[in-house]
């Protein structure tokens, strides 16, 4: 009987660091703009860490398929340009919603088939949009703090040349350790005397708050401006960018589960968790790849253990939550908008790519970028769902036979 090996848990850890690293600033962010205290932040990272522990491992044990889950990361930057327009008790009812339409969707082979016919250029337009101005961001305190930014931008450029798998963990490291620097000194980096600064009581903050996470219920809030404007483009986005790819990673390596339960019960998952902050919880892509690749094994039957050891780190993130808070809600915001950008560049850029692949797409898909990238709110419905509409409608309108 094969027994767990080194490069499982090499496989495993670096997953789950690569996701964490890459976007929990950002999940921090949306929930602090949804209005959650820090108690319910905490709250989130801990529903949001059980939620991808259990599924990981339960998924993988039962199929012996490594069977990666993952939160949003899409989703999450969409959530953030549009969620302070809502109650905290709104977004969470629109995150059961949004469950509601996953489970729904699993259950129907014939409907998730349907919404994969979305052109690919659409679907990556409208993450492009969502994208934009979250990455634009790192530049906008370039007046404010030209040091910082030379600083982040430098160690992106260096960094994705030398050691591109651990750039993200590099940043994030940075990021923690300039905060805490700049909690207790001014000097070279120092920034504009309105910006959010950690203070010297951080340490304390700290050790005061690191103690076992506790969940913290909110009673959800369903309107129909929610689900309009959060519920479905959050499950449009999540099914598009993650689900459907997750399952194109799966047949890239030759594995070929049966999905209908796989994603039923990550729908479920999500719908008993999301009045505690489990926003989104989807098959992962690119984190579940490192999980099903020959580094993890070369015995292709033992590799769904590497997916169990990402499921054990994301229990152990979950627990850890009350740290991970006490290390981010301090972080002046212009490191914030630095690292969610840098991060995220490179989803975008692949966005771009896709969006403008196919020629007669182009202006659709342009329009649906520069649309969703407004950011603007009309009628309870966010530019993401006008950006979508009016792509779509314009590639209908170039299809149709022009009259003689």
């Known amino acids: 009987m094969s027994k767990l090996k080194i490069s499982h848990i090499s496989a495993g850890l670096t997953a789950v660091t690569v996701g964490y690293s890459s976007s929990v600033v950002i999940i921090i962010d949306v929930a602090r703009k949804a209005g959650a205290s820090d108690a319910v932040v905490v709250s989130w990272l801990l529903a949001l860490g059980l939620g991808m522990g259990i599924t990981c491992i339960l998924f993988s044990w039962l199929t012996k398929l490594p069977v990666v889950t993952a939160w949003s990361t899409p989703g999450a930057a969409f959530l953030l340009t549009s969620i302070g327009d809502y109650s905290l008790g709104e977004a969470i009812g629109a995150f059961v919603i949004c469950a509601m339409l996953s489970l729904i969707t699993a259950q129907s082979r014939t409907l998730l088939k349907q919404i994969s016919r979305i052109p690919p250029a659409i679907s990556s337009a409208l993450l492009a949009g969502i994208l934009l101005p979250i990455c634009l961001a790192i530049f906008t305190d370039v007046n404010e703090a030209p040091h910082l930014v030379a600083l982040f931008i430098s160690a992106y450029l260096i960094g994705s040349r030398l050691f591109p798998r651990y750039l993200m963990l590099l940043l994030l490291v940075m990021s923690v350790a300039i905060s805490l620097l700049l909690g207790s000194s001014d000097g070279l980096l120092s920034l504009p005397s309105d910006s959010s600064m950690p203070t010297p009581q951080l340490a304390t903050e700290l050790s005061s708050i690191v103690a076992f996470p506790e ?87 033992q590799r769904y253990r590497a997916a169990m050891v990402a499921g054990a780190a994301y229990l152990l993130m979950g627990l850890l939550a009350s740290v991970v808070v006490a290390l981010f809600v301090s972080m002046p915001s212009i490191i914030i908008h630095l690292l969610a950008g840098l991060a995220l560049l490179a989803t975008l850029q692949g966005a771009v790519v896709r969006a403008m692949e196919v020629e007669t797409h182009r202006a659709p898909a342009l329009l649906t970028l520069l649309c969703t990238a407004s950011g603007f709110s009309l009628y309870s419905m966010t530019s993401a769902v006008w950006g979508l509409g009016l792509g779509l409608l314009l590639l209908y309108v170039q299809k149709k036979p022009a009259n003689a």
Not at 217 to 237: D, E, K, N, R
């Open 215 to 301: 969940p913290i219920w909110v009673t959800p809030i369903f309107s129909l401006s929610a689900t309009i404007g959060l519920a479905f483009p959050l499950f449009l986005i999540t099914t598009l960018s993650q689900n459907l790819p997750g399952i194109a990673i799966h047949h890239a390596h030759d594995y070929t589960p049966d999905h209908k339960p796989i994603l039923s019960g990550i729908a479920i998952v999500q719908g008993l968790l999301a009045p505690f902050g489990g926003f989104t919880f989807n098959l992962a892509a690119i984190t579940a790849a490192l999980c099903m690749g020959e580094q993890a094994d070369s015995d292709k039957s």
